[in-house]
């Protein structure tokens, strides 16, 4: 390749071009999460790529991501469009207009891919697929527990074991701060918590210091769910937290028992009530799916608000997105076929039968044909396939 052709071939940062064979392992992913997520009542939508932007950025789950938006001017209406950076926004939109008279509750699976502004620490690339499922319309107990038992099948399904389960309760450590603080304590007490600082806390002055160390203390001794519910002492909580503290506990207890009946083992159910980021939107309910075998999060998921423009009206939804990026990255082999090679003057019945027989065929074009010769596990001679013993 010339120096000229390199140039051209480049990509912009965060972007790349998926080769064979980690284009069939994310493809074959897609298609068994999609299939799971389908057994059990999901139907799959498919939005736009590009929407309005004031569509897409609406109030609502969409409109803390003007910041990660791609931004374009529609040459026809002359107005401004975003290119989703998340497929949230377009449930809550889709949701609350064109099924907003479906019988409730929804459950809505997709499969498409996003583009961001720009990639972090965690995830540098810029485009990538997000598979999910969503719950609309139910603020049971019951759902959350699907959709997290959910999420789990569907790693089951890809082969990953010795998942955990990350559960946290979105704006916790935030309702512990009073709103009479001034700024200089809640800057603090923010410090304190998202460094794990029980030095500091301790040497502020208020109950939701103590409230907050007392958390700190029991989730350095452990995440596992049991234990840290049994440790909590919740008096010391605001109202609002011991509901949520005792509906979580409730999800995890179900989560519990819909994993030992599933006879699934290998599944870590754990709670970091003070682990608030990524939950933006997120209320009551916020996890994180993680595996040794792979670095950064493979999904996450939680309870939040459909609502959609000015309205004011919403609906409850529980959902969860899998990054198809880090889970491709664990998947390192794919189910792949040997090929068979046939001749240009085969008759394309007999190619029809061979596929029909699970074989993969590649026809030859009667010029050239060493190298696909070479790179295939057998050949079609005299009405038979037989083995390619100089395939590489």
């Known amino acids: 390749m010339s120096n000229d052709s390199a140039e051209l071939a480049l990509l912009p940062n965060g972007f790349e071009d998926l080769l064979p064979p980690q284009a069939d392992i994310e493809a074959q992913s897609i298609s068994t999460l ?44 002359h107005r401004m469009l975003g290119l989703r950076s998340d497929i949230t ?13 479906e019988s409730r509750p929804l459950r809505l699976t997709y499969a498409n891919d996003v583009l961001r502004t720009k990639g972090n620490q965690l995830r540098t690339v810029r485009q990538f697929c997000q598979v999910g499922c969503e719950i609309i319309g139910d603020n049971g107990a019951e759902s959350d527990v699907e959709i997290c038992v959910l999420a789990v099948l569907g790693l089951k399904a890809l082969g990953f074991g010795a998942v955990t389960l990350d559960m946290t309760i979105p704006g916790f450590a935030g309702a512990l701060i009073p709103r009479d603080a001034d700024s200089e304590t809640v800057q603090a007490i ?21 409230a907050l160390s007392h958390v700190m203390e029991i989730s350095a001794g452990t995440k596992n769910a049991e ?21 979580l506990k409730t999800v995890c207890e179900g989560i519990a028992c819909a994993l030992d009946e599933l006879k699934i083992m290998d599944i870590s159910v754990t709670v970091d009530l003070l682990e608030q980021a990524g939950f933006d939107y997120h209320r009551h309910l916020g996890f994180t799916l993680f595996s040794p075998k792979v670095h950064g999060e493979l999904g996450r998921g939680g309870c939040y608000d459909v609502r959609f423009g000015k309205s004011g009206e919403s609906e409850t939804a529980k959902g969860f997105t899998l990054y198809m990026d880090t889970i491709r990255k664990a998947c390192k082999s794919v189910t792949v076929k040997g090929q068979v090679f046939v001749p240009a003057e085969a008759k394309w019945s007999e190619i029809r039968d061979l596929q029909a027989q699970g074989h993969v065929v590649v026809r030859g074009t009667g010029t050239g044909d060493d190298g696909a010769i070479a790179r295939c596990s057998h050949r079609y001679e005299g009405g038979k396939v037989v083995s390619n013993k100089g395939s590489s």
């Open 34 to 77: 999609i299939q799971t997520f389908s057994g059990f009542g999901y139907q799959r939508i498919k939005p736009p790529l590009l929407e309005f932007e004031d569509s897409l950025l609406a109030p609502g789950p969409g409109e803390r991501l003007a910041g990660e938006t791609f931004r374009l001017m529609d040459p026809v209406t």
């Open 190 to 210: 923010r410090r304190a918590v998202l460094q794990r600082d029980r030095d500091l806390l301790a040497s502020l002055k208020g109950a939701e210091a103590g």
């Open 227 to 247: 234990t840290l519910f049994e440790g909590l002492d919740d008096t010391i909580l605001p109202r609002e937290m011991q509901w949520d503290i005792a509906r």
């Open 89 to 101: 926004p377009q449930i809550a939109r889709i949701a609350s207009s064109r099924l907003a008279r």
